[in-house]
């Protein structure tokens, strides 16, 4: 049997308990936490049956809190948050995708679609609408000259102190500048804190640099 994917679910109970009723013949999700606000999720993450692999996340819930800080409160527990909106929200669709939500799902969708959702999510990739830009464009951070050049460097495999001879500068100094990529990544929404991360995040921004890039 497939490994079953822990979830849980932020929203009016209506939401939750229609999604509680059709996820009971679903062999691989499993509900494991429901609440309605995000404080009262982070609060009782768990329940009595796991901590969630996916989090769904209503986009605009009844304490009227902002989505985007929403998406960013939880991600900073769990990585793998799925938002649930209107279809046509297209700002909010981009503010939750930057703020690190990993999939957007429409309500005009059904619960096989959520579903196929939460086990792209769960498998490390990405749920996003078909005509959303962050599917073919991701949103690329501002990097000065030097923070560019410490970051090529590290990402293709050399250490930091090797990195920071190759740009020139002290190795305190390339820390500095690495910080402050991973800084920026985080802020667009697309964290990345290892070596493999930053790299793969170079090969999403610079197809053309993909050659001796850490694997």
Not at 84 to 95: H, I, K, L, V
Not at 114 to 119: D, H, S, V
Not at 185 to 208: F, I, N
């Amino acid at each position: 049997m497939a490994d079953v994917i822990p979830v849980a679910m932020i929203g009016e109970c209506m939401l939750v308990e229609g999604f509680r009723a059709w996820v009971g013949g679903v062999r691989d999700v499993d509900l494991v936490a429901a609440a309605r606000t995000v404080d009262e999720l982070l609060t009782d993450p768990a329940g009595s049956d796991g901590e969630p692999g996916v989090v769904l996340l209503d986009l605009f819930l009844r304490d009227r809190s902002d989505p985007a800080k929403n998406v960013r409160r939880l991600t900073e527990r769990w990585d793998r948050v799925v938002v649930m909106g209107p279809a046509n929200e297209r700002e909010w669709t981009a503010r939750t995708i930057q703020a690190g939500a990993r999939g957007y799902v429409g309500k005009d969708q059904d619960l096989v679609t959520l579903a196929a959702a939460i086990r792209q999510v769960a498998g490390g990739d990405v749920a996003y609408p078909v005509e959303s830009p962050h599917r073919t464009a991701p949103v690329r951070p501002s990097l000065s000259a030097r923070e560019e050049a410490v970051l090529h460097a590290y990402a293709s495999g050399l250490t930091l102190e090797a990195a920071a001879r190759l740009v020139g500068v002290r190795a305190p100094t390339a820390k500095t500048y690495l910080q402050r990529v991973k800084s920026k990544y985080a802020e667009v929404g697309r964290p990345a804190q290892t070596k493999l991360e930053l790299a793969e995040r170079l090969r999403q921004d610079c197809p053309a640099c993909h050659h001796g890039l850490a694997h």
